[in-house]
């Protein structure tokens, strides 16, 4: 019997180690996304330079897609993708909605003041809500979220007219919390974080230009 407690315990105890281990991980992946903003330091004067800044994250992208096609058509063993959580083993990974916001925000030229605070909303933000759900009350989820999210959009637009700055940060931000909040199984929060937000403040963002209103400068410049 002590013998059968024992083994009972380790084996709780490798899973919860591995649990940990995943957890993580896909932390990790998450703020490791913000390094695509090195996109804006590469110059666009530079002709395959210019190509590869198009044609190098439209191929990971890509790239990425068919494998998930492999996966869900089980050409290949899902358990090959460490950190997969139960509902995507039937749908594709997050990590896919995750690089086509990325993708779309950089290759559709939106403008830099929407696509970098959105980026990091889901590269810092997310897993930072993430935590506190898995400590705290739901309700502090989304008061950390919209903090974070508020600083993020505020500080990437410092230069705008302090008005513009309010309103853009806190359309910015309830935006971002909303598309974490808001969950479909079709649709994965990590795309909604990043792509809700960047809509709403687009809007603005071409209704300012239209009448006139001064927007601030891109904030990274290339090399």
Aim: glycine share 4%; hydrophobic share 55%; with cysteine.
């Amino acid at each position: 019997m002590k013998k059968i407690v024992g083994q009972s315990r380790e084996i709780k105890k490798k899973i919860d180690s591995l649990e940990f281990d995943v957890h993580w991980y896909r932390r990790v992946f998450h703020t490791f996304g913000a390094t695509f903003l090195v996109y804006y330091i590469l110059p666009s004067d530079i002709e395959w330079l210019n190509l590869a800044k198009f044609w190098v994250p439209l191929s990971i992208v890509i790239f990425t897609i068919i494998l998930e096609y492999l996966r869900i058509s089980r050409k290949i063993d899902s358990k090959h993708f460490f950190g997969l959580r139960m509902y995507e083993k039937n749908r594709a990974g997050s990590y896919v909605f995750f690089a086509v916001g990325i993708l779309l925000l950089l290759l559709l030229r939106f403008p830099q003041q929407i696509a970098i605070p959105c980026i990091l909303c889901a590269c810092i933000a997310d897993p930072i809500m993430g935590e506190v759900r898995h400590r705290f009350e739901k309700k502090y989820v989304y008061i950390t979220g919209f903090i974070v999210c508020l600083f993020f959009f505020m500080i990437t637009w410092y230069k705008a007219a302090i008005w513009l700055m309010l309103l853009i940060s806190i359309v910015g931000a309830a935006g971002a919390v909303i598309g974490e909040a808001k969950k479909f199984w079709w649709l994965d929060d990590d795309f909604m974080i990043q792509m809700l937000p960047a809509i709403f403040l687009l809007i603005i963002w071409l209704s300012a230009q239209y009448i006139g209103i001064a927007l601030p400068e891109p904030i990274i410049y290339p090399w």
